[in-house]
């Protein structure tokens, strides 16, 4: 990774912490498992703070062997941003709005977090998701009509004025990377 992380000293610390923390249960224990969040994938995302902490962390520690960095992908069932957005949308609009959104995401069902802690067999760095879906698809309703036309002028919009990281997720997608 030749990215450079630059880091608050806030986020120093912390990251200093982390690592501190890290080195001491990789020496005390046969297995470390430290959860990455897929923000690390997100090249929109550099100045996240939460993203560089995981990364940065990540980076100084990914050479002990014994600790292992499951990344877990956002899950639509429960509070996350496209779940959030998601309710807004189906509550207000009797259309469905995201129809052009084409883009693919990886996203998590509940049940699927048990598989962080059954490590035998996995790369130290292992994603976990149940399904790899177009954005489109986690919007589709049979209760609601679609309008391209209007899905493609929204997508424009958002694309253009959007701060939200949840809809920038939206546009962009996500792609998995190796680290």
């Known amino acids: 990774m030749a990215e450079i992380l630059s880091y608050t000293s806030k986020t120093d610390i912390v990251c200093k912490s982390h690592i501190s923390f890290l080195k001491w249960a990789s020496r005390n224990s046969r297995q470390v498992i430290f959860p990455l969040s897929a923000y690390i994938y997100d090249e929109w995302r550099l100045n996240n703070s939460y993203r560089n902490i995981k990364l940065g962390v990540f980076l100084a520690v990914k050479k002990y062997r014994n600790i292992y960095f499951p990344v877990i992908h956002p899950l639509i069932h429960q509070n996350s941003q496209i779940s959030r957005i998601k309710n807004i949308f189906d509550k207000y609009l009797p259309i469905n709005i995201f129809s052009y959104f084409d ?15 059954n490590i035998k067999n996995k790369k130290q760095v292992f994603d976990v998701y149940s399904r790899h879906v177009k954005i489109s698809s986690i919007f589709t309703n049979n209760n609601k009509r679609e309008f391209k036309v ?27 990377k190796n680290y």
């Open 150 to 176: 209007l899905s493609l002028i929204f997508f424009q919009f958002v694309k253009i004025f959007t701060l939200t990281p949840g809809l920038k997720l939206l546009i962009n997608g996500r792609k998995i």
């Open 103 to 117: 883009k693919k995401i990886y996203i998590t069902d509940q049940k699927e977090l048990q598989s962080i802690y």
